[in-house]
């Protein structure tokens, strides 16, 4: 496979050509160690190249529809995959030039993974129907049936009591989708997937009528090769608002200690939320291709439903990964600058160390972590204690731990074990989530709670922090800190300002 061409790491520079009809292809020159900038002839060469592209992949499309369709029978429908090898694209580019209303982004934090999807070949959405266990049973059930390598792409919200409404109306308490479209990049391979679903009755012809009418629909052009800006902040914002603000945060951190002191509770995680305003429609795409660009361990992630309304995100934290009845999982709690310089950072470290307060807040995650494996787990072993996750802004520590799932425990038992966690909740669960409820006056949506993938017989899932939600022309950015006897009010408000800067950083706010 053909390497995306590659200048300096501040200074990325992918050279994809997109082709008009689902067809993609890269521009190289004769000798790769000469990388041109894009110019007229560039361009120029890039428009000879399309109309070849595009009658190599839709040939190729068309070619495994014929080879692999099967009619189904009577009754019943099907939810077909069909995959194809593809020069290697970014993703992120690939979407940024779509009109789909309905998009998805995913990329793992090894980078070994990454996913682009456009359209709703199906799709599972609160809308009163499925509770959320009911919904992953159903989901479980289709992908039983269905090709290998289909997977369900979603998020759900922060409070499994609560229901997704005003600004995360979209959303509800739960949005999967299978894309009718996918870019893959996976194990150094790229791909292409067409996924619909197949009637009784319908013939090969007809699918391929209807993955020639949906071609037509997606834009292939060189838009999408373009250097990712870096510095300059991607978007003009004009107004900013903190909910709480500075004085009223101050007050909560000081009556959740008061909570806590009185025994109420032991732990609990306060959330802000920080809107932007800006004087254009904010492209959720490009701006978190900006903030990846910063973020390189983390996941990734956009959900956007429907137009204008995208819940983004670079997590650095696994709720849960599952391969087969092997399952992952982490601790992530206790917070420090990451520091100017490698000495700051290694002085920040050892201050974290130290600290009572950061400690405890971290075995509270842990021993709740570990307590939810074990309801679904034959056996757990604690991985690692206390490693250093550094980020970009901010360092954590980090512990992990890996099981066997037991016989008969299903997607939601284990998200229903896990989350939500200790790190972004508090503890007890139902105490904490009653404070969160007393003292934030908006409500989270899908901020802390699960984002990723489900497939046949794995799943992935990142939990949704370090994340905002677009909606035209704002964006609300959200963090939190978690509150424990020893807090500060001060200090954790300096904690979230730190956890914001890598959106702050890039919308100038």
Known sequence: MRPVLTISAR???????????????????????????????????????KNCCMASLTERLIDRVKGSFRPLGDGGDRLCRFEVE????????????????????WSDREGTF???????????????????????????????????GTRYFGSMCFDPRGSGSGQWAGFGRYYFVVPEFELLREAGESSFVFNIVC????????????LLRSLGAIVFEDGAVRQVPVGPAVIKTIRRQDQPDKSQWQRNVISAVNDISRKDIEKVVLARKVVFEAAENIDAIELLREVKNGNLATYSFCIQPQAESAFIGCSPECLYKTDGNRIYSEAVAGTCPSGASSQEQQSFRESMRQSPKEQSEHQYVFDDVKAGLECVCDEVKVVSERDILSLSYVQHFRSTFAGCVSGDVH????????????????????RALNAIGKYETFSRG???GPVGWIERDSAEFAVGIRSGLVEGKSISLFAGAGIVSASEAEMEWDETENKLRQFTDVIGG
Not at 11 to 34: D, E, F
Not at 122 to 130: E, F, Q
Not at 135 to 144: T, V
């Open 446 to 448: 899908c901020y802390g």
């Open 199 to 210: 009637q009784s009755g319908d013939s090969c012809e007809t699918i391929v009528g209807k």
């Open 86 to 105: 593809a020069e290697d694209v970014c993703p992120l580019g690939w979407l940024s030039v779509q009109r789909n209303d309905s998009k998805i982004y």
């Open 411 to 430: 997607t939601y038992d284990m998200i229903e074990a896990l989350h939500p966690t200790s790190a972004v909740n508090g503890f007890p669960r139902d």
């Open 114 to 148: 990454e996913a682009g999807g456009i359209g709703c070949a199906d799709v599972l959405i609160d809308d009163g129907g499925y509770t959320v266990a009911e919904a992953l049973a159903k989901i479980e059930k289709r992908l039983s049936s269905c090709d290998e």
């Open 11 to 49: 200074q990325r520079l992918s050279i994809p050509v997109l082709c008009s009809a689902g067809a993609m292809h890269i521009l190289r020159s004769t000798k790769m160690a000469k990388l041109r900038p894009l110019n007229c002839e560039t361009r120029v060469t890039m428009a000879e190249n």
